[in-house]
């Protein structure tokens, strides 16, 4: 099935009026199936000799995209219109990969394939396991994952002609597959362990947690509890609409780069404490406050705006309500300390007690601050044992798909042009070369 966008089109316009001039300008309205409208403003340069102003995008579509919405105000996520939430319940990851991509639930035949395929490409070329010996062994997880996966183009030459979509695809079952496996390798290079292969008779999850954990000098039993909230941390993290990672995706690819370079950049985004890092900058925050006592200290900080400190795992550029991800997150915390028998753990603690204190104040208030999907997830993965590092390269296997699935989906739009934003020049005009003896 493709999953080439919709054109969406709407017979509305607005009109423009520059009041330096007096000239009046009209602009075609779009209209997608739910969010709001959005003026068609490719022309705007072309008719006004001016540009828009918009930086950190906060008011630009820069694509269409059927793939995701979030209704931020109302605190919904739905993915090919499948609310999170029931996806999280009743799906698993490699379902929601599937739907991802192809933009339906697989039936029974076409899941099958689906867990197959991907099944077999998570094994890395041999030569791959040797690349690692490059990196020191106290590298950052996520420099190791932006470093390997763009080196995947130069393994795997038979899926980088962009044009072939039959080449699209194995390069994005590629990806999906094998960033796993080389997120576990890093993990188990950082800590000196022998590397595990895949094996096969194992779910993704399963083998992922396998693959990170596991020893070969003695079985490993998968903890079903743990692999299922292994999997919703994965679904949960899939995708998330056009976020800095994902347009740093397209905008890479949309220079018709190679697909695995273009995930490694949107790896490179993940990584900034605003994106994916700040599951890891939860737990190190929780670790500083180090006491509930401390808390109003913390929270004074967060307020001070002479402090560049900032409440981890709170607030969001879309969500103005409670995320979505972030009651599902509690709940699986909450399944998995559990299931750990862990009963008092002093970090979750200060987080319940932050969390219950922030949402009372009229700050946090004023400004729809609610905990995020990272606020949860940090103490999750530190009780599976995940060390934090690990954190945002968990981040990133689960975004793998909805990258893959952003890329595909702009490639595959027969309008696509190289992104190539215009700027609002505040420097020097013109000027004459200042020879050297003139200069101060
Ligand atoms: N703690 C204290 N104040 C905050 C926070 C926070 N976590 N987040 C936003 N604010 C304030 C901010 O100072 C600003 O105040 P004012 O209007 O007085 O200048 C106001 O709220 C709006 O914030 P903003 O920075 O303009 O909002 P943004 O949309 O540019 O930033 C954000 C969104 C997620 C980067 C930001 O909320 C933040 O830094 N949060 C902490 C980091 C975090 O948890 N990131 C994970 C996001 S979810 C997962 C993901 O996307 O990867």
Redesign the pocket.
């Known amino acids: 099935m493709s999953s080439a966008v919709p054109q969406a089109k709407s017979q509305q316009t607005v009109t423009m009026i520059d009041n330096a001039t007096g000239k009046k300008f009209e602009f075609p309205v779009m209209e997608g199936t739910v969010g709001p409208r959005v003026v068609d403003i490719r022309k705007f340069y072309a008719e006004t000799g001016m540009f828009t102003y918009d930086p950190?995008f906060?008011s630009t579509a820069a694509c269409e995209s059927a793939v995701t919405y979030i209704d931020g105000d109302k605190g919904v996520l739905l993915h090919r219109g499948y609310s999170i939430k029931e996806l999280a319940e009743k799906s698993d990851f490699l379902e929601v990969c599937y739907l991802l991509l192809h933009g339906e639930l697989p039936n029974k035949p076409q899941k099958t394939e689906f867990v197959t395929t991907i099944t077999r490409h998570t094994m890395v070329h041999e030569q791959i396991l040797s690349f690692f010996s490059g990196f020191r062994r106290d590298s950052h997880p996520m420099a190791v994952m932006v470093g390997t996966v763009g080196a995947l183009a130069a393994f795997y030459h038979d899926s980088l002609d962009i044009d072939d979509p039959k080449q699209r695809e194995l390069a994005a079952h590629r990806m999906i597959a094998k960033v796993p496996t080389i997120a576990a390798l890093a993990y188990k290079y950082s800590i000196g362990q022998p590397f595990m292969h895949p094996r096969n008779d194992l779910n993704f999850s399963e083998n992922f947690l396998y693959m990170t954990f596991g020893i070969p000098s003695e079985p490993y039993k998968v903890n079903p509890v743990l692999a299922r909230a292994m999997d919703r941390i994965f679904i949960l993290h899939a995708d998330?609409e056009q976020?800095?990672s994902t347009s740093t995706v397209r905008l890479a690819g949309s220079s018709r780069a190679n697909p695995f370079a273009c995930i490694s950049s949107g790896i490179a985004s993940?990584w900034g404490?605003?994106?994916?890092g700040?599951n890891e900058?939860?737990l190190d925050m929780l670790h500083q406050i180090g006491d509930k006592s401390r808390i109003p200290e913390f929270i004074a900080r967060?307020?001070d705006?002479n402090d560049t400190f900032?409440?981890?795992?709170?607030?969001?550029?879309v969500y103005k309500n409670y995320?979505p991800r972030a009651e599902i997150m509690r709940k699986t915390c909450k399944e998995v300390l559990d299931e750990l028998g862990i009963k008092d753990d002093p970090l979750l603690d200060i987080a319940v007690e932050l969390e219950k204190i922030a949402l009372q104040d009229p700050?946090?208030i004023e400004?729809k601050?609610y905990p995020?999907?990272?606020?949860y997830s940090g103490i999750i993965l530190k009780a599976m044992g995940f060390p934090t590092s690990m954190f945002t390269v968990l981040?990133a296997v689960a975004r793998t798909v909805g990258w893959v699935s952003q890329w595909k989906e702009m490639i595959e739009e027969p309008t696509q042009r190289i992104g190539r934003p215009r700027q609002l020049y505040t420097g020097t005009p013109e000027r004459p070369f200042l020879p050297m003896d003139k200069r101060k």
Request: overall charge positive.
């Open positions: 950190g906060t998330h976020n800095a993940l404490r605003a994106h994916g700040a900058a939860v967060s307020k705006k900032r409440l981890m795992g709170f607030g969001h550029r995320d700050y946090f400004k601050l995020n999907v990272d606020f981040f």
